[in-house]
T-cell receptor
Framework: DSGVTQTPKHLITATGQRVTLRCSPRSGDLSVYWYQQSLDQGLQFLIQYYNGEERAKGNILERFSAQQFPDLHSELNLSSLELGDSALYFC??????????????FGPGTRLTVL | AQTVTQSQPEMSVQEAETVTLSCTYD???????LFWYKQPPSRQMILVIR??????QNATENRFSVNFQKAAKSFSLKISDSQLGDTAMYFC???????????FGDGTTLTVKP
């Protein structure tokens, strides 16, 4: 158990819909990362937040947005869903902003299926 | 922008033997961090080993070691005495010290055969 929790574990929805994925980082970690992993593919970095502020942005679609709240949990919002958005979405947390040696701790992921 | 390349999509090894997974990266930075993560069939991502670029000594964690060649921008993972539990997808990752983003390779699926 990494200490990072993600809800829900599974999500099945239809095209055009909107969903929210939630992540709670490990106690004390200030950074939250979001990744997308399509079937048997690598991890695509989406976005990072550090202590409530957006820190880095990757290949995140305009239909996707995220935020980190004062209690440090984070939400990833996916809207106007398409079939190609079906993937495993990981959240990871780390202590620092990403300058240091600390590792990322990954949550178990949310499996999103768009029908 | 940084890129990470894992040129071996799939590999297999016999139990108790040694296998090396390759990773190359491209960056203009002088200091950065490199990681190998393991993703078993459970899909949970687990850190295997890490290396700081300015440290010349190769990192070692029990049966796992790396061969870090900074000039060649190469960061290979060696697994000694392979065990069935090592069967997983392995990802090489690059962390910039300047930007927050992490860049992952496409992964190598390793199968350890009994």
């Amino acid at each position: 158990d990494s200490g990072v929790t993600q809800t829900p574990k599974h999500l099945i929805t239809a095209t055009g819909q909107r969903v929210t994925l939630r992540c709670s980082p490990r106690s004390g970690d200030l950074s939250v990362y979001w990744y997308q992993q399509s079937l048997d593919q690598g991890l695509q970095f989406l976005i990072q937040y550090y202590n409530g502020e957006e820190r880095a942005k990757g290949n995140i679609l305009e239909r996707f947005s995220a935020q980190q709240f004062p209690d440090l949990h984070s939400e990833l919002n996916l809207s106007s869903l398409e079939l190609g958005d079906s993937a495993l979405y990981f959240c990871a947390s780390r202590l620092g902003a990403g300058h240091g040696y600390d590792e990322q701790f990954f949550g178990p992921g949310t499996r999103l299926t768009v029908l | 922008a940084q890129t990470v390349t894992q040129s071996q999509p799939e590999m297999s090894v016999q139990e108790a033997e040694t296998v090396t997974l390759s990773c190359t990266y491209d960056t203009s930075e002088n200091n950065y961090y490199l990681f190998w993560y393991k993703q078993p069939p459970s899909r949970q991502m687990i850190l295997v080993i890490r290396q700081e670029a300015y440290k010349q000594q190769n990192a070692t964690e029990n049966r796992f070691s790396v061969n870090f060649q900074k000039a060649a921008k190469s960061f290979s993972l060696k697994i000694s005495d392979s065990q069935l539990g090592d069967t997983a997808m392995y990802f090489c990752a690059f962390d910039s010290t300047n930007a927050g983003k992490s860049t992952f390779g496409d992964g190598t699926t390793l199968t350890v055969k009994p």
